[in-house]
């Protein structure tokens, strides 16, 4: 594999691990929170639809965005109020949501375009074009730094560094501020935070609702930075994946970036047949390379990477005691 191909794989890395690494995150400040959230795939398809659809009528993809958000949070809502006001089943109330979104996406885009359960192509103002970082032309010539600076961190869409930035932003959060440190004790220990004076519920009110705007945000970059409109189940699996790195980042949001890097990374690869066979020198099947990522979910949640401990209240719903 020679220099050029190695940045074209990590340009593509960084695009593919985007929509993972903000569901990650939306994963971590609901489990946090003592609320087990397997819906991000529901999340995350309802997200692509609004913002598919919304901004294919509108043509703006900021409009289209905010739809893709409050999409995601109605769904998100939906798990709140089944899993923090009437106690129920965290699994089963995100499995059912991820099945809901399955059909309600498609249903709604075929009534709205009439193009099979697609919306329309998005181009222009409808999509979230690349930005050119500064100096990122001038530096290009610079050898190795310059390509990866002008290539891999330059010329991305604006949710690309977004999701970035979310990485410190969630790490001081959860470990330098006050809502942070209520948190986490809200997913270890939620009776000692209700004996201290402080909501249980609205605690993990809140961290579903951030649930649901970092899904939103994963669902329109699938539709308007990733692809060019929504499609029928085009998530593929991503929202089970970002649980995977999830786990395999042990809850903690420098860890998400890396785990998340090396599952786009592993997609990215699917992507280059022709590296494959020039590393390995013989071809190797293109559904074995897309089964890359799947494999190594597998992996990790079969435990080959190291005990993962999960918050200790996770999954169970808090009866307040009289």
């Known amino acids: 594999m020679d220099f050029a191909t190695l940045i074209q794989i990590l340009d593509s890395t960084m695009r593919l691990a985007t929509p993972l690494l903000l569901a990650c995150l939306a994963g ?7 609320i087990f959230d397997i819906g991000l795939e529901g999340k995350m398809l309802m997200a692509a639809m609004c913002t598919g659809a ?37 699994l089963i109330s995100g499995v059912a949501l991820n099945f809901v979104a399955s059909g309600i996406t498609v249903l709604i885009a075929q009534s ?30 610079v050898p190795i730094l310059g390509p990866f600076y002008a290539e891999v961190i330059s010329g991305h869409g604006a949710l690309v560094y977004i999701a970035l930035l979310c990485v410190p932003l969630t790490w001081w959060v959860l470990y330098r501020s006050r809502f942070g440190l209520r948190l986490r004790a809200v997913g270890e220990n939620p009776a000692s935070v209700d004996t201290a004076g402080i909501s249980v519920v609205r605690l993990r009110y809140t961290a579903v609702i ?26 593929a699996g991503r929202g089970y994946i970002a649980l995977a790195a999830l786990i395999f980042a042990k ?37 074995a390379l897309d089964a890359l990522p799947y494999i190594l979910t597998v992996i990790v949640l079969a435990g080959f990477v190291g005990r993962a401990i999960p918050p200790r209240a996770g999954g169970e719903p808090y009866v307040k005691e009289r």
Not at 28 to 34: I, K, P
Not at 115 to 136: D, H, K, M, V, W
Not at 210 to 235: D, N, P, R, S, W
């Open 112 to 141: 709205l375009f009439r193009q099979g359960g697609r919306t329309p192509p998005l181009s222009g103002p409808a999509r979230f074009n690349p930005i050119e970082l500064p100096f990122a032309e001038a530096l290009s010539g």
């Open 54 to 90: 919304v901004a294919a009528l509108t043509g703006s993809v900021w409009i289209g965005l905010l739809a893709g958000i409050a999409g995601s949070m109605i769904f998100a809502l939906i798990h709140g109020i089944a899993s923090i006001t009437f106690r129920g089943n965290q």
């Open 28 to 34: 971590l400040y609901s489990e946090r929170s003592g």
């Open 251 to 287: 809850w903690r949001p420098w860890y998400a970036l890396m785990a998340t890097l090396l599952f786009g990374f592993f997609q990215a690869l699917a992507l280059r047949p022709d590296v494959i066979k020039g590393t390995l020198g013989f071809d190797v099947p293109v559904p």
């Open 210 to 235: 951030i649930t649901g705007v970092l899904c939103g945000l994963a669902g329109a970059y699938m539709a308007a930075g990733l692809q060019t409109g929504f499609g029928k189940e085009m998530t």
